[in-house]
């Protein structure tokens, strides 16, 4: 059996994703032009830069549920828009006033602050216009409970409750309890909407949706932990963060099992973050 090609499988799935974005945003020079520079700027939120991690889990979840990666673009367009917002709203003065993200200037440093309100508001909203026009092949019922379950995991119960619970601790998180409360709202809740989204668009059962919610949680916390220890931030709780890290991405395993060889790539992406944890806590940079 050969070997499960991550990189080629990321590079791929990430072009796909990146192609789908481009088109599921609005074109700057479309009838209407584009007052207040939003539609240029929500293409700069979204389009220069990022990973796609968010794409990624939604597209192999998909493909382990025994669906496509066409069935799975319109969800993972809807999820990469939600975490463009976040990270604009999440820049400005108001909340951590950062000039940089992806190595340019933030989208309130280009286009102004009012603006960077509204370009969130508009990637906020078209998000959930993609995903309500569905694909090809999914049932109206399965977008219904797509968008349910992202609306979840996008607002007060995850993404925006997690912002607020770590706005209230700030830098005072001295138990890895809390720490993990705040990752799994911030963090690991759109990778939970991920799971979930790509599982009801690859044609799941519902116990299955809850499986691959299940493994997009716990993936979406190891992820952060991997990232914590690479950033140097959390340093007190380093040693149970990384043994943490190994038992969530054990946890993702169970999980994935029922799905045979079509979660390799839940599989490979899971190892990816423990790889990435030890490596940045023995001091190595991983890719
Ligand atoms: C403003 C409602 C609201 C929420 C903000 C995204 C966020 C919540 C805060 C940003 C700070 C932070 C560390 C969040 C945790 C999520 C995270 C790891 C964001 C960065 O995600 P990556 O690494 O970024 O996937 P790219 O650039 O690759 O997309």
């Known amino acids: 059996m050969?070997?499960?090609?991550?990189?080629?499988?990321?590079?791929?799935?990430?072009?796909?994703?990146?192609?789908?974005?481009?088109q599921a945003l609005p074109e700057i020079d479309a009838a209407g032009g584009d007052p207040g520079r939003l539609k240029e700027g929500m293409r700069y939120a979204v389009l220069q830069g990022g990973k796609r991690m968010r794409p990624m889990i939604t597209?192999?979840?998909?493909?382990?549920?025994?669906?496509?990666?066409?069935?799975?673009?319109?969800?993972?367009?809807?999820?990469?828009?939600?975490?463009?917002?976040?990270?604009?709203?999440?820049?400005?003065?108001?909340?951590?006033?950062?000039?940089?993200?992806?190595?340019?200037?933030?989208?309130?440093?280009?286009?102004?602050?009012?603006?960077?309100?509204?370009?969130?508001?508009a990637l906020l909203t078209r998000a959930f216009e993609v995903l309500g026009r569905g694909a090809a092949g999914?049932?109206?019922?399965?977008?219904a409970a797509a968008m349910t379950r992202l609306a979840h995991h996008a607002g007060i119960h995850g993404m925006v409750g997690g912002q607020a619970l770590d706005i209230q601790h700030g830098q005072d998180i001295h138990a890895l309890e809390l720490l993990e409360r705040?990752?799994?709202l911030k963090t690991g809740a759109l990778y939970a909407a991920g799971g979930a989204m790509g599982a009801l668009c690859g044609g799941a059962t519902e116990a299955q949706v809850r499986d691959l919610e299940a493994w997009g949680l716990k993936f979406g916390i190891a992820f952060?932990?991997?990232?914590?220890?690479?950033?140097d931030d959390q340093q007190a709780l380093r040693p149970q963060a990384l043994a943490?890290?190994?038992?969530?991405?054990?946890?993702?395993?169970?999980?994935?099992a029922q799905f045979g060889?079509?979660?390799?790539?839940?599989?490979?992406?899971?190892?990816?973050?423990?790889?990435r944890a030890h490596a940045a806590a023995a001091g190595v940079k991983a890719d």
């Open 261 to 275: 060889v079509r979660a390799e790539p839940l599989r490979a992406l899971a190892r990816w973050v423990a790889d």
């Open 244 to 256: 943490r890290v190994d038992q969530l991405v054990g946890e993702c395993d169970g999980l994935a």
């Open 2 to 22: 050969t070997a499960f090609d991550l990189k080629a499988y990321v590079n791929d799935r990430r072009h796909q994703a990146d192609e789908a974005l481009a």
């Open 138 to 143: 999914i049932s109206g019922d399965r977008i």
């Open 182 to 184: 705040v990752h799994a």
């Open 224 to 231: 952060q932990h991997a990232d914590d220890i690479l950033d």
């Open 59 to 121: 597209i192999a979840a998909c493909e382990a549920a025994g669906g496509s990666v066409t069935n799975a673009l319109p969800a993972s367009c809807a999820l990469e828009m939600i975490h463009a917002y976040s990270l604009v709203h999440d820049d400005l003065p108001a909340m951590d006033n950062d000039l940089e993200r992806r190595g340019r200037p933030t989208v309130h440093v280009a286009f102004g602050h009012a603006q960077a309100i509204l370009i969130g508001d």
